[in-house]
């Protein structure tokens, strides 16, 4: 198998060639994603058969964790869509804060609904308030999608019950009530200065929301729109569901062991409350007709359909990229590196754009952090909690095209892969900096 700096010399090709295929010569992303996984098994010298264990696993692992997410999500905003919900919603954050906030309303309600769902399940559920929003208020996609996309991203490496940060604790015994506190204040900065990020520069680039209708073109073919209380709830349900679900599933088991927990951690699955989302979103639909269970959830999954091949693909990419011994010697290549704070982010950012997932970069950097804590001054119980906020930070970068949440981001978000390179990828730099900084001033304020 192929060892040495070579690796690093497959990673830097494998990652040119997405971009150069799916930017420059338009070919589609799941067929670029699928190739340059196969050329990573190749060139790393892994045989054929574990090869094609490898993206069988990857595709169908990743879509088993967000496959029925992503429809029910997209049936949820056909429905919202379809009946004016979605309108309803977007005027209702409009007079709270004002039409020229629009940015700044979406990132803060994607700040509080990150802590209890993963950010593709809350990108999925808010992208219908996201678009209709970008549409009344006539700001670019690219402003919106990151506005949106950039807190969930934060929260979800950050906090748990995510399960980076909750399994990097159980593996260097962090206090998790610690990580959660410390963790929320870290990230404000970085979602502020996202916002900032998205509003100056990301708006550089325009990208119409994914239906182009003004909002008086939306509006007028209704006679009324649902009240917001209704058109909010097939969303704040599925995210109450979810958020009890995570407590319920903690290692502590706060809410006991019995039926009464077993069904909260049941209707806690993220698929399973956004399919509950669907039903209770049937309560809008003011004149009943065949087409509702049928061309209205057809054609969900038939915009959905491109959305989970991508993804899919860029499971399958992230997982032989993870199999092969790019990730392991990257970290080796770091590891003799004394520098504090900066190494664990350092790790966890190589890892994270060698391999793409977030949660995989904090799990093994934990594991490669556990025998080097006492030489680094580290093992201290604020000492952990700040490891594990690091790393956090350093999961962040780069989310790419080897990260399936990229390609949930671009494509609930009409934006192209070029302009996502532009706009998203290069603030996930900015936010995991951003955030790293701020851990590492007050670890010098708190002396740790």
């Not at 007028?220 to 009240?227: A, G, Y």
């Not at 709830?233 to 569901?241: A, K, R, T």
């Not at 060698?354 to 006492?374: E, K």
Request: proline share 6%; glycine share 12%; with cysteine.
């Amino acid at each position: 198998m192929t060892e040495g700096p070579v690796l690093l010399i497959i990673l830097l090709l494998s990652v040119l060639f997405i971009v150069l295929l799916t930017s420059r010569f338009r070919v589609h992303p799941f067929l670029v994603l699928l190739l340059a996984a196969i050329g990573v098994g190749i060139s790393t010298g892994l045989p054929m058969q574990e090869i094609v264990f490898a993206l069988r696993n990857g595709f169908g692992n990743t879509l088993g964790g967000i496959g029925i997410v992503i429809i029910a999500g997209t049936i949820i905003g056909v429905i919202l869509e379809k009946t004016g919900a979605s309108l309803s919603m977007a005027n209702l954050v409009l007079r709270m804060v004002g039409r020229e906030r629009s940015p700044m309303a979406i990132s803060i309600a994607g700040y509080i609904v990150g802590i209890p769902i993963f950010c593709d399940s809350g990108f999925v559920v808010l992208s219908p308030l996201n678009n209709a929003l970008a549409r009344i208020s006539k700001i670019s996609m690219t402003v919106m999608a990151f506005a949106l996309a950039g807190p969930l991203y934060v929260i979800h490496c950050l906090i748990p019950p995510h399960p980076g940060p909750t399994a990097a604790a159980g593996v260097l015994g962090g206090d998790l009530g610690l990580i959660i506190f410390w963790g929320i204040i870290a990230g404000i900065p970085a979602v502020f200065t996202g916002l900032f990020w998205a509003v100056k520069f990301a708006s550089r680039y325009y990208a119409e929301p994914p239906s182009g209708e003004s909002f008086e073109e939306i509006v007028s073919r209704f006679k009324t729109l649902p009240s917001p209380l209704l058109s909010f709830l097939p969303i704040i349900i599925p995210i109450v569901l979810i958020g009890l679900g995570s407590f319920a599933r903690l290692d502590t088991r706060p809410l006991g062991t019995g039926d009464w927990s077993e069904t909260i951690i049941f209707f806690g699955d993220p698929g399973i409350a956004l399919l509950a989302g669907v039903f209770i979103s049937l309560i809008l639909v003011k004149k009943w007709n065949p087409d509702v269970l049928g061309e209205w959830t057809g054609q969900a999954i038939k915009a959905a359909g491109p959305i989970i091949a991508i993804t899919g693909a860029g499971g399958a990419f992230g997982y032989m990229l993870r199999v092969t011994p790019i990730g392991d010697y990257l970290g080796s290549a770091l590891l003799g590196w004394e520098i504090g704070l900066l190494l664990p982010f350092i790790l966890a950012a190589a890892l994270k754009t060698a391999q793409g997932s977030s949660t995989v970069s904090v799990i093994t950097t934990s594991s490669l952090m556990v025998p080097i804590l006492p030489q680094l001054g580290l093992d201290s119980t604020l000492g952990v909690v700040f490891v594990i906020l690091a790393m956090g930070a350093g999961s962040m970068v780069v989310s790419h095209a080897n990260d399936s949440y990229f390609w949930v981001v671009s494509k609930f978000s009409n934006l192209d892969v070029a302009t996502a390179y532009k706009t998203y990828s290069t603030g996930t730099i900015i936010l995991g900096i951003v955030t790293m900084v701020v851990i590492y001033l007050l670890s010098l304020i708190l002396g740790v």
